[in-house]
Structure formats: structure tokens, C-alpha cells
């Protein structure tokens, strides 16, 4: 049974930084992803990476901001957050997928966690 958990979010001011993990088990997946979603607003990719780590990719809105990593000993991924801005708030979401085929499509991820809340007081 896959299960994915999230940790991590909080309140923080512009500016500052957060540190999101998502702690998977049961098995190990070809594809990780950071998705979020506003009030109001549909889920949106942030970010993704390759089981090995070797490919990354981001959205525009998050580049040169966010880093996504994982530890495969652990096999635990993480999001890394620095100049955070009060759009970057949302529940943010860990996501997994079988294919090796990259997407950013939320649609296309097998496995959700249950989110976790960031928001960015200004």
C-alpha cells in the first residue's frame, strides 16, 4: 500500500523560507512531484523530479526559488523554499507516478498526499 505524507508547512513572512518533506512507502516510483492549490484556484505544478534525482523541472512562477530534492535511502522528497512571496500561498501537495514519462500534469500522478499548508503573511 502506497502512502505519502507530507511535513513541513507553516506561516512564514515574505522573504523567509520553508522546507516541505513527503515521506513515501511502500515502493519507489520513476517520477516525483510538488503540486499546490489556492482558495479558488485549480491544483498547479511546482515542480518535479526523476527517481535517481538526475532531472528537474520547475514552474516559471518558482524558479530560482524552489529546489526539489530526494533521498532515495529515505525515500523521502523534499522542497526546499526561500524568497517566498505571499502568492506562493497554498496547500501544497506531494504527488508520485509510475511512467517514466514526465509530465505536469496533476491528472496524470497516481498517488496524492493529504497536503500541507504554507502561507506567506506580507
Known amino acids: 500500500q502506497v502512502e505519502l505524507v507530507e511535513s513541513g508547512g507553516g506561516l512564514v513572512q515574505a522573504g523567509g523560507s520553508l522546507r516541505l518533506s513527503c515521506a513515501a512507502s511502500g515502493r519507489t516510483f520513476n517520477r516525483y512531484g510538488w503540486f499546490r492549490q489556492a482558495p479558488g484556484k485549480e491544483r498547479e505544478f511546482v515542480a518535479r523530479?526523476?527517481?535517481?534525482?538526475?532531472?528537474?523541472y520547475y514552474a516559471d512562477s518558482v524558479k530560482g526559488r524552489f529546489t526539489i530534492s530526494r533521498d532515495n535511502a529515505k525515500n523521502t522528497l523534499y522542497l526546499q523554499m526561500n524568497s517566498l512571496k505571499p502568492e506562493d500561498t497554498a496547500v501544497y501537495y506531494c504527488a508520485v507516478r509510475d511512467s517514466v514519462v514526465p509530465t505536469t500534469t496533476p491528472s496524470s500522478y497516481d498517488y496524492w498526499g493529504q497536503g500541507t499548508q504554507v502561507t506567506v503573511s506580507s
Open positions: 523530479i526523476s527517481w535517481n534525482g538526475g532531472t528537474t
